[in-house]
């Protein structure tokens, strides 16, 4: 098995049942893996986009915000049904429970918590960038993390319930101007709508302290993904509005840990989101062609 290969492999999970948090994954490589990871993959300009060929391929962000105008327009039209679970957002109320376990067990691992605990997250603090409606807010919140969400949508439906969440209509690139930094930064299903990936990359590692975490979560460019996050999801199950995603906006999990390289994070475990249509849950896997989330370091 190649470099490459070790990097972005990772233990498979049963299709039947999602096992406990504390034994979902292994740590994937090290930091020498990593940097040695990033160097071939800057010499292989035949395989993939090096980091310079992505930001140029991206339109600039504007000093307000790193999501594209019409982004902000397509997600402003549909901020009041966050918490419908059978609107939109349907797919993210079903996989919420699959990305609560990824980060579950690689913080409390990285943080030394007690997976176990019913509050393993007490004394963190978390920022959730992008957090829409606060679907992922809120359960943070209440396994004891500190949490501010922030999103660019002014208008978002926020869920009442936990009322220690600090929300902001804000962008990450304004916290990283007043100085802001957190334990943890998590951006899930972010990363696809900005305007350009690199600079927002690095305004998350901007906010994460050193030695801190940084999850990130997304669509692969792959052709799998066409089928299943556009074709499939948008066309023919309607499960999310026509012209959600852009199939070109897709990163590969070897651009996005370059990407991460670059701005100072080491990714350290990555895993795939699979959908099993016949339970009508999500599953933590080893494939990552679709879906997948990735865990990483800050350098110190």
Request: glycine residues 4%; proline residues 5%.
């Amino acid at each position: 098995m190649n470099q490459m290969q070790r990097i972005l492999s990772a233990r498979r999970v049963s299709p039947s049942i999602i096992p406990p948090s504390c034994f979902l994954h292994r740590r994937l490589f090290s930091t020498s893996e990593t940097d040695a990871s990033s160097a071939m993959l800057s010499s292989s300009h035949e395989k993939i986009q090096t980091f310079e060929d992505i930001a140029s391929n991206k339109s600039r962000s504007s000093n307000s915000s790193s999501l594209k105008e019409h982004e902000l327009a397509k997600f402003s039209a549909i901020a009041d049904t966050w918490w419908h679970s059978e609107g939109p957002f349907k797919p993210l109320h079903l996989m919420n429970p699959t990305r609560l376990a990824f980060i579950r067990s690689t913080l409390c691992r990285h943080f030394s918590k007690d997976p176990s605990s019913a509050r393993p997250f007490e004394g963190l603090r978390l920022i959730d960038v992008g957090c829409g409606g606060g679907l992922l807010s809120e359960p943070l919140a209440r396994m004891g993390a500190t949490v501010t969400g922030i999103d660019a949508v002014d208008k978002n439906d926020m869920d009442p319930m936990t009322s220690t969440i600090e929300y902001h209509c804000t962008t990450a690139e304004k916290l990283v101007d007043e100085g802001r930094t957190f334990d943890a930064v998590l951006a899930l299903e972010v990363i696809e709508h900005v305007a350009n990936p690199a600079d927002f990359c690095k305004s998350l590692s901007a906010l994460t302290i050193p030695n801190g975490a940084t999850i990130l979560s997304t669509i692969n460019r792959s052709m799998r993904a066409y089928a299943a996050a556009i074709v499939a999801a948008e066309y023919i199950l309607q499960w999310l509005p026509k012209g959600t995603h852009q199939w070109s906006s897709f990163l590969t999990p070897e651009e996005l840990t370059m990407i991460l390289q670059r701005a100072s994070v080491d990714v350290k475990e990555m895993a795939g989101f699979v959908y099993n249509p016949i339970t009508g849950r999500w599953l933590l896997s080893d494939d990552i062609s679709v879906n997948f989330i990735a865990y990483g370091t800050k350098k110190e």
